[in-house]
């Protein structure tokens, strides 16, 4: 398959993916227009389509609009994705054709090792411009692989000329957006989204958009609980399984904003890119500034086909370790909290590894004066007081007992009652005559700073050797205020850099410990995105563990992220966040959606609660392939995986009154020829009736009571 082909007559390039065409060309004022992004189309009926002129402005009071990357100057009335000030006051850019390339084979911009078998090579085009008067340069870069339905789309820009020339001053860039994606004219437009705080991500809201502009953001530093970055738009009708969908999601776990414009004269556009407004940097002589990617993808089978080709992209192109099977974990979070102890932890260890656990994460208080969270945060040494002889009696416990250890960190952050903060008071983020303002009694350290980023790295280079430590659960639990430098010409960089070093530590870490893996936090699901799962296994999905609000926070989470990536944990009951109790197999069901993980206070279980727990993570181990690497269909009130012979489906009942009637579940992407055999049961199940008819609730499912869940797993005959 040809990604991208390109005519030089009508200057127009197509990109094409199995499923999808993106075509965009050249207008004789240079001016780059989107001209299709939606059902696949040939070359030359991308031609006929750019045949058609753009509609000429109806009055002196209209302006440009439908551009490929828009930036401010001339007239040019809607949100900018590029807005600069030159250094005699100028603003905007007026841009000059300069050329095009197009690569096959070239290397992710992140250190992203694509999982890269035949027929993946990626093929990057580039289309070039540069300023008619000013010394500056854009690249316009587009992605797309083979194997994946997603176009990845960034930016750069250069300032071109040395400090001794005439214009060798510093550009200001006051927006730098990684892209814009224009959607095509439909009846109507509808927004999918996720909103949410700490302890409730993940809320899925479809809206209606309005003739204004929908601002998507985060200002904290991080992702965010609030709003994630991504967004699907549709035209109203789009169901689970059916329909077009259009999405994009940005790869970024700082501050973002994605702003969704539709136009009164109809044009619906997002621009997207990292930062939130009013953050300004400078362009030095002879700098460039390079966005992060900006993704889309167009699906024709609905939300739950746009979610399947995202969970196909991240696993393929994203994630540093796909194929691998995600080990069921244990972490001492709810069951200690602060107060971790070498013989609590050994307790928990020996109960764990006989629920077969395979993983065993010590959680926050291992180190320092931290008994609370109100001292020794940047003091990454164990307590004495804890660990009398160290961690290593613990970790050689844990691995006699034939589980990998694991620790919890917090590295870009600093209590003021530390010996690093007595140390290193100046290493935080600060505003001159401003109040360093605590979060959680924490304050955020700089770790753009080179000599803080090398602290960083060497204290856990030292851990993770010292302890042969397998896994990282890196937290970030506040985020950023009074962000500033003293005395730094050029201080909000530091909202961007400070991503880049974290994701840099993480990629070090990486490649001087091939054996770790790490999963990314911030107070549960505060710091998940494209961007840091460049450089995580998995992410802790939330700190609420209660299994009934998990429902929809895993709901939430599914529509962008791979379920190998979503860590869910079972815990005790009632739940210590919602007082609320629920069974012990729905507990374990709902988590088993996910990477299994054991976060419950493993000394108050009972021996049958005990015993039933070893039998379920024996379960999960069954089906953890197909529910990790499988493809996903989201049903009501279950989530059915898809791998070669095998399906499974989690199915749960929740509260409905009597003699309201529960409809069959029907079964998604099975051979309708083919039968199916329940491996827990044996029984025998036609294909065709699983798609057509289902599953009846009570008497197949045997769901019969509020919070009965169950699992099964089919696997096809004579596969
Ligand atoms: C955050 C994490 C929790 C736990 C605590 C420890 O809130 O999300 O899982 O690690 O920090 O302080």
Redesign the pocket.
Known sequence: MTLVSYDPAARLWLLSTAGSSYAIRLDEDDVLRQVHWGRPLTLEQALTAAAVPAAAPGSSFDGITGEEYPAEGGARFGLPSLQLRHADGSRGVHWQYLGHGIETGAAAPEASPAVGEEGTRPCELTIRFRDRHYPLELDLHYRLRPSSEVLERRAVLRHTESESEPWGEPVRLLRMDAACWTLPPLPDYRLSHVTGGWSSEGRLRRTSIPVAETVLTSRRGITSHQANPWLMLDDGSATEDSGEVWSTALAWSGSWRITVQRAPEGVVSCTGGSGHEGLVVRLLPGDSWETPVFAGQYAQDGFGGASRAWHRHIADHVLPRAAELRPVLYNS?EATGFRVSEQNQLQLAAKAAELGVELFVM??GWFGARRD?TAGLGDWTPSAEAFPDGLGPLVAEVRRLGMRFGL?VEPEMVNPDSDLYREHPDWVLRQPHRERSTLRNQLVLDLARPEVAAWAHARLDALVSEYAVNYL?W?M?RPFTDAGRPGHPDPDRLWFDHVHAVHALMARLRSDHPGLRIEA?A??GGRVDLGVLAHADSA?TS?NTDALDRIGIQHGYSQLYPARTMSAWVTDSPNPLTGRSLPLAFRFHVAMAGALGIGGDLRSWTEAELRQAADLVARYKRIRPVVQQGAQYRHRNAVQHVLGEESVLIAWQLPVPHGVPIPPLRLAALDPAARYRDQETGRLHEGALLLARGLDVRLDLGLTGDFSSTVVHLRREGG
Do not use: I, L, P
Request: net charge negative; with cysteine; glycine share 16%.
């Open positions: 979070w959680d926050d969270d919890w659960k937290d639990n936090c107070g549960g802790w700190d």
